[in-house]
């Protein structure tokens, strides 16, 4: 079976699961719409973190960004930011479908096209950065986003904004969040392994493999950094704000910037699931989805020191993660040739 | 904000006050700092988790005034606690990531501190907390200076002094600098290097938590308040560069007058953005002067 038949598989697979998942049990759409965007966190994590060795830690500043740009464009098409933000949820403007619509549109491409823009900006100086440094950085810079937004009034400070409404009948919202989800962590899936078969893909793989060599090799690779990180910026910019209105209330430390939750949520995905494979986040992601759903309640807030628990063992003892650990033990499955001889002396060095 | 900046000019007592204040904090800043430095520069570990360990310290304070014990008192008895955890942490965790790659050590300690600030947050909730420690307020012409500030960096000082002395003369200081050298040499001249690995955690630990009992009397102390502590360590020793401990204790004092400033003149809304800009900044100034290294080289 070749690889490209196996993805496909794959992919009908994920399709099919999405679309029979909620008909057959219509209670858990929310949950799978969070599903689907933990899947689309974990993807455009990997393409820097696995693929291209920048571990960061703040991804999430881009879905923060692409949420309060949605925000802002969708009131401020009908309605004073200001006014509203100021008003702390008082004011209840009334949006109609069409309104709505528009709004909805128009503030999904401009979260994306902020989060692209946020990128592109401070890309080059953060990814100017290497290994920890990086790592830190972008941590800081999430913390420092968050709390710059917190206390920005325009944008309601720490209250926070309250969102459209959704117009039509209830219950239907959850089922249109979903659909885009859906949709958009598929078509994020089928864009960002489009983009690892192309040169650009070899280009990120050797910058992980030995940045300096890259460089002598005449790879721009600083280029190759900032494209890579505003792909992930894009899809996050445009998650965020799909998730800006599916929760219908945002505010900046637990919705916009949870760099606690989703922000580590996403790099634990990508490890438990094997970090620079394909479908290693994509199997992270769900597993981790699915235990934290079935367990979570049961843990009686004792679920975030579990949470910490799970990371270190995952880090620690387990740090390859499913499909790594399935890549050494079977590497023909995967495609991948192994020179006995030379895994043997590779071995045999590893051990000195 | 341009107000408050013409405030400092019309009232010149106040911008000393502020001055002050922030170098009482700075003596905290630079303990903390000094440790992360230790462990970075011994055994290549970034400890994420700094933060938190000043945190639990400052929650071990507080559980000592609520049994009537004084914050100064439980100080040393906080110092061989955290010495203890900070050993066991080290078997459990940094054992076994600290020659695996970089990343691996800055996320097993970011689950750590995630690990450590949850249950603090379970076992003595959200509150704000602060070990009431007494003292009352020195009166120096205009400027009110609160004793037990001065008293914690006289203790800070002690404590800095002791560490400093102990690395330079003890033979387990000797081992843990010759250990930072060159680990492998190290090791074949005798030295049990995983022991002083251990030791350098736990020392850590110890430091990190006698700060941290500091801070609970002079400050305050939240579960979450650790992340903001472990970004002032890693940007002092940004600042400064490992083993650069005269960088360490300015960088230190630097960041707590450069944290009383912003906190006023930005707002205190922005005080922890103040902090947090300034690491990102750090961070890019070490990153041209990368840039500047690299033309001189072509």
């Known amino acids: 079976m070749s690889a490209r038949s196996l993805d496909l598989k794959i992919y009908a697979f994920l399709i099919a699961v999405g679309i029979i998942g909620p008909l057959l049990v219509p209670s858990i759409t929310s949950q799978m719409a969070v599903m689907w965007l933990m899947v689309l966190m974990a993807v455009t994590w990997d393409m820097t973190g696995g693929q291209m060795g920048y571990n960061s830690l703040g991804n999430i ?65 953060m990814l100017g950065l290497r290994g920890p440094y990086f790592a830190i950085g972008t941590l800081g810079l999430a913390v420092a986003v968050a709390e710059l937004i917190s206390g920005w009034r325009y944008v309601g400070g720490g209250s926070g904004i309250s969102m459209p409404i959704f117009p039509g009948e209830a219950g239907t919202g959850s089922i249109v969040f979903y659909v885009m989800f859906f949709v958009l962590a598929i078509v994020c899936h089928m864009v960002i392994r489009a983009v690892y078969r192309t040169r650009f893909g070899l280009a990120i793989n050797a910058i992980r493999d030995d940045e300096d060599k890259a460089e002598a090799m005449g790879i721009h690779t600083t280029r190759y950094k ?26 900046p430390l637990e919705v916009a910037f949870p760099t606690a939750t989703f922000g580590i949520f996403m790099v634990a995905m990508a490890l438990l699931g094997g970090k620079g494979t394909l479908w290693g986040p994509v199997l992270g992601a769900i597993l981790f989805h699915i235990v934290k759903e079935v367990t979570w309640t049961e843990l009686l807030g004792w679920q975030w020191v579990a949470l910490g628990a799970i990371i270190i063992l995952n880090i620690v003892y387990f740090q390859q993660g499913i499909l790594g650990w399935a890549q050494d033990r079977w590497p023909a499955l995967f495609g991948v040739t192994v020179d006995e001889k030379m895994s043997r002396t590779g071995q045999a060095e590893a051990a000195e | 904000m341009l107000d408050n900046i013409s405030i400092l000019f019309q009232a010149p007592i106040f911008a000393v006050d502020l001055l002050i204040q922030g ?48 914050p100064i008192v439980a100080l040393p008895v906080a110092f061989v606690l955290m010495f203890c955890f900070g050993w066991v942490i080290y078997l459990v965790i940094i054992k076994r990531v600290v020659d695996r790659d970089m990343f691996t050590s800055l996320l097993a300690t970011f689950g750590l501190s995630l690990l450590i600030q949850q249950s603090l947050n379970l076992v003595f909730g959200p509150e704000v907390r602060i070990a009431e420690a007494g003292f009352g307020t020195l009166i120096l012409g205009d400027l009110a200076i609160p004793v037990i500030r001065i008293v914690s960096l006289g203790l800070a000082a002690v404590l800095a002094v002791g ?19 060159d680990p492998r040499a190290a090791r074949v001249l005798g030295i049990n290097t995983d022991r002083v690995y251990a030791f350098t955690y736990a020392l850590n630990a110890a430091i990190c938590g006698s700060a941290g ?86």
């Open chain 1, 61 to 125: 500043t881009f879905f923060g960004l692409g949420m309060y740009a949605s925000a802002v464009v969708q009131i401020g098409l009908v309605y004073d930011v200001m006014e509203y933000t100021a008003s702390f949820g008082a004011i209840k403007v009334d949006f109609t479908v069409s309104q709505y619509w528009t709004g909805l549109v128009l503030g999904i491409g401009a979260g994306g096209a902020v989060a692209t823009v946020f990128a592109l900006v401070v890309g080059p100086f």
């Open chain 1, 226 to 251: 900032v494209m890579a990180w505003a792909i992930s910026a894009f899809f996050m910019g445009m998650a965020g704000a799909i998730f800006g209105n599916m929760s219908g209330f945002i505010e």
């Open chain 2, 23 to 70: 170098l009482l904090i700075g003596g905290i800043f630079v303990l903390a700092a000094y440790g992360l430095a230790l462990v970075w520069g011994v055994m290549n570990v970034k400890n994420l988790a700094q933060g938190e360990l000043v945190i639990l310290g400052g929650y071990l304070a507080y559980q000592a005034t609520l049994w009537g014990i004084h």
């Open chain 2, 163 to 181: 560490i400093i002395l102990f690395m330079r003369n003890s033979r387990m200081g000797q081992a843990i600098r010759a250990t930072a050298q």
């Open chain 2, 213 to 298: 009992v500091l801070v609970a009397m002079i400050w305050n102390i939240q579960p979450y308040y650790g992340l903001v502590h472990s970004i002032r360590s890693f940007i002092i020793v940004t600042a400064a560069g490992l083993g650069n401990l005269p960088g360490v204790i300015i960088a230190g004092f630097g960041l707590g007058v450069w944290e009383n400033y912003a906190g006023f003149v930005f707002g205190a809304e922005f005080a922890i953005a103040a902090v947090v800009a300034l690491l990102v900044g750090v961070l890019m100034v070490r990153l041209f002067q990368l840039y500047r290294v690299r033309q001189v080289v072509r």
